[in-house]
């Protein structure tokens, strides 16, 4: 039962920023950990950035350095600030969550738990 709607995407030059928002609700009675994947076109979708019950941030390697995730617990909301962007970030970006219970997965040295609720995703376009 717990929805996450994502917003913020749009269109933005090679080198800018953008910061996406997700509002989730559903989850009084269930301790999340959130997360944001992305599916670039004639890519697989993978995950980007994770965050785990004490606030700790993990990333894939292609956005370390660039993108920082974070929340506010209180109001339900989970942030991604994307900077130095390329066209290589061009993507459909998805809000994700997992009980803690979830399995966990590695993408190298990136571990998270599997998503279990995703959001419908936002559109980010990055050209000159």
């Known amino acids: 039962e717990v929805q996450l709607v994502e917003s913020g995407g749009g269109s933005v030059q090679v080198g800018g920023s953008v910061r996406l928002s997700c509002e989730y609700s559903g989850s009084e009675y269930e301790r999340l950990y959130m997360g944001w994947f992305r599916q670039a076109p004639g890519k697989e979708r993978e995950a980007v950035a994770t965050i785990d019950d004490l606030d700790r941030p993990t990333y894939d390697d292609s956005v370390k350095g660039r993108f920082g995730i974070s929340q506010d617990n209180d109001k339900n909301i989970l942030y991604l600030l994307m900077t130095r962007l390329t066209p290589d970030d061009t993507a459909i970006y998805y809000c994700?969550?997992?009980?803690?219970?979830?399995?966990?997965?590695?993408?190298?040295?990136?571990?998270?738990?599997?998503?279990?609720?995703w959001g419908q995703g936002t559109q980010v376009t990055v050209s000159s």
């Open positions: 994700t969550a997992a009980s803690l219970e979830a399995s966990k997965t590695c993408n190298g040295a990136h571990c998270y738990r599997i998503p279990e609720y």
